[in-house]
């Protein structure tokens, strides 16, 4: 699962996203139950920071491999164009393609579940959304 990050991603009054990510979370940890060979290492979320790095979660960055694309995307030129950014295209290919293959080895069908899948309810991520965010800067001379 990709996870393409902007700011408002977490965002307590407009929480799609922040669902979107707890649902992330709640099939990525069934998921790896099956995968019983698998390290647990070895996660299904790939965090993709397209602007904020610096105010992305610390507690996610501390705990997944997350990709900064904000130096790409400031720029004019694609991310293929960037040296850097063609290696972290590729292993993030990489990495999705051994997550299928170990998906496909052990699980019989990982999708059997997802007709009946519902996203979190607004009401249960907006403590979460609290917890999880970064505390934002305050401009010189004005309070927090």
């Not at 397209?50 to 900064?68: A, H, M, Q, T």
């Not at 249960?124 to 999880?132: A, F």
């Amino acid at each position: 699962m990709v996870m393409i990050y902007i700011p408002p991603y977490f965002d307590e009054n407009e929480t799609y996203c922040a669902r979107e990510f707890r649902a992330m979370v709640t099939l990525e940890t069934k998921r790896l139950q099956q995968l019983s060979g698998t390290p647990k290492a070895h996660g299904l979320i790939i965090p993709i920071i397209c602007r904020g790095w610096d105010l992305f979660p610390k507690s996610i960055k501390d705990e997944r491999v997350v990709y900064n694309f904000e130096p790409y995307l400031l720029q004019k030129d694609r991310i293929s164009k960037h040296k850097d950014g063609k290696v972290q295209l590729k292993q993030i290919a990489r990495y999705i393609v051994d997550r299928v293959k170990e998906i496909q080895a052990t699980m019989n069908d990982p999708c059997q579940d997802c007709p009946g899948f519902v996203l979190p309810r607004p009401e249960d991520v907006v403590s979460w959304v609290r917890n999880v965010q970064s505390p934002q800067s305050v401009l010189p001379g004005r309070i927090s």
